[in-house]
């Protein structure tokens, strides 16, 4: 059949499309209107998916290193050398010596494998995805936290909102499927607050435009939740300690933190106290900022993750970055948890896997994604790219040229496979069947319309055939099969199959939480999250460093991703541009005036621990005070911004910080 | 009416001609999808036709225009000649129960890629394709083709009109290539009789009434974006509704811009045609790095003079909207044709 429905392989909203389909080339896409999240229409992204399924800077063969290059090699010898290596780090080292890289971009099917082949074949539970911690910086996996991101609302929630706060995001240049939705509610008259210092393009129809300091985010959020308190909007805070921390966060204080203006917090807190469908929407920009659990509690405290029954508080909704970072997680692609959120501390689960697997399930903790840096000395990786992803990125490259084994299975080279010592061609999403589910946790139909090219494989079969070698077999006719074996070993996707996906009228909705209340014994009340404003105040400026530098996690962000960079359009529409070679640094016409500085201009930025030349960019929608430094170009700025290690999670993290600007 | 003559040919008889024009040709016509979604595509048997539909979601252009195209091909082997060849699809095609929307899109673009040089992919193309329409009886709510001179029903550029009867269907013959379409199959056709055409022309009327109120009106709009007369401001507005999908550009039938793209080695490659959208911040975006249109509201101000000012219009012949409705449905920010000419007609929001 010509036209092919698929999900489109981007963000986390799960756009449905179709893939046109030619002479064995996946030539176009086309929106479908019946599809209950696309509704007829696509971003830029979903209109060029095809760029990206068809390229010609896909991987045809496997590639070994030989000295400084890769050479093609044939799939024996490959797959040879990678259990070899494998099983001999294994042997010398341990089973904790090798770790295993999911991805948010393959199939459930694939990640469901690389987890059985990780926990089970090698014996390791070192199984993460680095996007996770991008997206979900890896605290928001712990027991302790795990309430803060429950299945919150879906997008249609923004269609039924009566109320929308748009919190550190923009969903213009992250989710233009959400973008959609709440600029048609803005033309409606609902009422749209936007949180961020740099605004978005729905900015103009925001019925109000808070725009904080960077950094003082958890205490506009703290002030937000007392000023609705206040006005008798949602219950008050169950936490005591809570109660206490924002009690004398008058929105006068709160000004005088944020910058924000007192009037501006109280009509805010107004109109989430009067609002009876509110819904707050956020992505990385909150998550991967040092205070994300402060602001999220807040928030929660205003809202909570369904919003309660009685749609008394605001509604969460959280859109992750990447098509199937849900379902890989689901899949057990996290270090703590056997696939469908099942505790590795829980003997009858670990059974469970045990018996299904036929490989006793190691009871020593996984390391995620950061962590396994510098600690393992064999990586396996699928579909992941971590020197793309992970806040630090010239410590992990640093951290791979360690490695003393590392195997990539993507179907372009990637960054870090570039770095591997071998490399195995994989198929793409128009070329293997699989499931992928989306934020909103809608699991939808992924078809083989096309023969993956030249000797590429799709990565089902790469996986078994690895497993194989490994000393333990896996056997599947199809990936129909390990669908199969997922829905009768995870109560979440236990109604999936094919079939019914296929009988299904855009997927299937899913509880991914489901089955594992009784499995886990976490509660929530003895993990409540603190909420503190100790650390919440944004960095002080003064006349030597008057200006703030913050990373902006959104602004043509999607440009350096494997599968935008590997399409003709997107690389041209969407990648920041890199005047002269040096990283862009964005500040607004007026402040631009003030210092003599002009468009185009080359510069020079200090911070107490160190210098960067940019080049200067004017945009009017970057708050005063403030030096916007798009999120790819942060290696640029690590002397002036050096990523700072979480103290909860040892993850690196950006925080924005004092800086002065120079001509050259 | 039916220039080379006007027929009908009966329910009962209409899978039998599918079924010759099948064994002839590509066939292309409206198939159901997923839920209710229905396309032009490719179908393998008479059954796989959905007669009975509103509108496709995409425009027959894909098929004569492909949003991805190889248009050539080359490789130098062990430092050889470098050999191109450059690459022409003379597929035979039937595009079957089309709507004249559609057709008058395909008429937009026989113009634009005719023009010195002639486009030859599309022409190629174009030639080994025949346009059999069907006429409109159930207009959507998103359609304005009586607006646009463009439907329900077509008085020109068909190979063949159909339209459904009661039992039967009107086949209108505009074209010596409509004509061959019937041969070998003369027997399932009788000539239309008097009370055939009668109807035709009543379906057409009633028809023509039942499209929604205030579509698109384009005179005043036609006028002020000829003349200059659109504040800037009201650009700049509409700049701001437009989310840069390129969306408009994709599902219209008569836009036609592309870039091009060389992939591969020396040693062996191709040069892909790709659809393009004047919405795109780096359309114009010149090698120097200045930037014609970096602002939103003036790449939305070039694409509405491109499709409604009458300078375009005269060198395409017509105006570069068809009133299909596509653009309604598609555009992620708020910029569809109606929406657009009200806004000029206005000159506000």
Not at chain 1, 105 to 127: F, M, P, Q, V
Not at chain 1, 367 to 393: F, H, K, N, Q
């Amino acid at each position: 059949m010509p036209y092919v429905a698929s999900p489109c392989p981007f963000c986390g909203c799960g756009c449905g499309l179709y893939l046109q389909v030619a002479d064995g080339l996946v030539i176009g896409t086309a929106p479908s209107p019946a599809h209950p999240v696309a509704l007829g229409r696509l971003c830029v992204k979903g209109w060029h998916a095809h760029e990206a399924a068809a390229n010609p800077y896909r991987l045809t063969r496997p590639l070994i290193r030989r000295g400084a290059n890769l050479e093609p090699a044939g799939w024996p010898e490959a797959l040879d050398l990678v259990a070899s290596r494998l099983l001999s780090v294994k042997a010398e080292h341990g089973a904790a010596a090798i770790g295993v890289l999911g991805s948010p971009r393959s199939t459930n099917e694939d990640n469901y494998l690389l987890a059985k082949l990780a926990r089970g074949a090698l014996g390791t539970n070192n199984i993460d995805t680095a996007a996770r911690l991008e997206a979900l910086p890896g605290l928001f996996d712990l027991p302790q936290y795990r309430h803060l991101t429950r299945a919150g609302a879906g997008l249609a929630a923004i269609d039924e909102a009566d109320l929308i706060v748009l919190w550190q995001t923009d969903p213009v240049e992250e989710h233009p499927a959400a973008a959609a939705r709440v600029l048609r509610a803005a033309q409606r008259g609902v009422p749209v607050i936007e949180v961020a210092w740099r605004s978005s393009q729905l900015a103009d129809r925001a019925a109000l435009r808070l725009a904080p300091r960077p950094g003082s985010e958890t205490v506009l959020a703290g002030a937000l939740v007392q000023a609705a308190f206040r006005h008798e909007g949602p219950p008050s805070p169950e936490s005591e300690d809570f109660a206490a921390a924002i009690a004398d966060l008058t929105p006068e204080r709160a000004e005088s933190a944020t910058g924000v203006a007192a009037d501006a917090i109280e009509d805010a807190g107004r109109l989430l106290a009067s609002a009876s469908r509110a819904l707050i929407l956020y992505t990385r920009g909150l998550t991967l900022q040092p205070q994300a659990t402060d602001v999220l509690a807040a928030l929660s405290a205003l809202g909570g993750g369904d919003g309660g029954s009685d749609g008394s508080r605001p509604r969460l909704l959280w859109l992750g970055r990447y098509s199937n970072l849900q379902g890989a997680r689901d899949m057990g692609v996290v270090p703590y948890f056997l696939p469908g959120f099942r505790s590795l501390t829980d003997e009858s689960s670990r059974a469970r896997f045990a018996e299904a697997w036929g490989a006793p399930i190691s009871t020593e903790g996984g390391l995620s994604a950061w962590e396994m840096l510098g600690a393992v000395r064999a990586l396996v990786v699928m579909g992941d790219d971590p020197l793309v992803t992970l806040p630090d990125i010239a410590s992990a490259r640093e951290a791979l040229a360690g490695l003393s084994f590392l195997v990539v299975l993507d179907s372009v080279l990637s960054p870090i496979a570039e770095a591997a010592h071998v490399v195995l061609p994989g198929a793409s999403f128009a070329e293997q069947d699989g499931t992928f589910t989306s934020a909103e946790h809608r699991v939808q139909r992924v078809r083989a319309c096309v023969p993956p090219p030249g000797d590429a494989r799709p990565d089902w079969q790469v996986i078994c055939e690895l497993s194989g070698r490994l000393g333990r077999p896996m056997e599947y006719a199809s990936p129909a099969g390990i669908m199969a074996e997922i829905a009768s070993l995870t109560p979440a996707y236990a109604g999936v199959s094919y079939q019914a996906l296929d009988d299904s009228a855009g997927g299937l909705l899913v509880e991914p939480q489901a089955g594992v209340e009784q499995a886990t014994a976490t509660t929530t009340s003895e993990a409540e999250p603190s909420f503190s404003l100790d650390q919440a105040a944004a960095p002080e400026t003064d006349d030597e460093f008057p200006y703030l530098l913050a990373p902006d996690y959104a602004l043509r962000s999607w440009g350096g991703e494997a599968l935008a960079a590997a399409s003709v359009c997107l690389r041209r529409e969407l990648a920041p541009g890199r005047p002269l070679q040096l990283a862009r640094i964005e500040m607004s016409r007026a402040d631009a005036r003030e210092r003599g500085l002009r468009d185009g201009q080359q510069v020079i930025i200090r911070s107490r621990t160190g210098e960067m030349r940019a080049s200067l960019r004017l945009n009017d929608a970057v708050r005063s005070g403030v030096l916007a430094l798009p999120y790819s170009m942060r290696e640029d700025a690590a002397a002036v911004m050096p990523p700072e290690l979480h103290p909860e999670t040892g993850v690196p993290l950006l925080a924005p910080c004092a800086v002065s600007i120079h001509q050259v | 009416m039916g220039e080379y003559g006007a027929f009908v040919i009966t329910d009962s008889d209409l899978p039998t001609w599918v079924g010759s024009l099948l064994s002839r040709a590509q066939v292309i016509a409206p198939r159901s999808l997923a839920g209710s979604d229905v396309s032009y595509d490719i179908v393998q048997a008479p059954t796989d036709v959905q007669w009975d539909y509103q509108t496709s979601i995409a425009p027959l252009k894909r098929f004569l225009f492909p949003p991805s195209d190889q248009i050539l091909r080359w490789n130098q082997r062990n430092g050889g000649p470098l050999q191109l060849e450059p690459v022409y699809d003379e597929t035979d095609r039937v595009f079957l129960a089309v709507r004249p929307c559609d057709v008058a899109g395909v008429l937009v673009l026989d113009r634009a890629f005719a023009r010195d040089p002639e486009d030859i992919y599309y022409a190629r193309r174009r030639q080994h394709s025949a346009l059999v329409a069907l006429a409109c009886t159930q207009p959507g709510p998103n359609c304005f083709c009586v607006c646009a001179d463009a439907g329900p029903f077509l008085d020109r550029g068909y190979d063949l009109q159909l339209t459904a009867l009661t039992g039967a269907y009107l086949v209108e013959v505009g074209t010596e290539k409509g004509a061959s379409l019937l041969r070998g199959c003369e027997s399932l056709f009788e000539p239309a009789p008097e009370a055939a055409l009668a109807d035709r022309q009543r379906l057409a009327l009633e028809t023509e009434s039942r499209f929604a109120e205030d579509k698109a009106y384009f005179a005043a709009a036609l006028r002020k974006i000829t003349f200059n007369r659109v504040p800037d401001d009201l650009w700049r507005a509409m700049g701001e509704l437009c989310l840069g999908c390129g969306g408009c550009a994709f599902v219209c039938p008569t836009c036609h811009c592309f870039t091009t793209a060389d992939c591969g080695q020396q040693s062996e490659g191709c040069r892909l045609r790709l659809w393009d959208s004047c919405l795109y911040q780096a359309y114009a975006l010149e090698a120097s790095g200045h930037n014609p249109r970096a602002e939103r509201g003036q790449r939305v101000k070039a694409r509405f003079l491109h499709k409604l000012s009458y300078q375009f219009a005269q060198k395409l012949g017509a105006h570069g909207c068809v009133g299909c409705g596509r653009c309604v449905t598609t555009c992620l920010g708020s910029n569809d044709m109606p929406a657009v000419t009200a806004r000029i007609r206005r000159g506000a929001l």
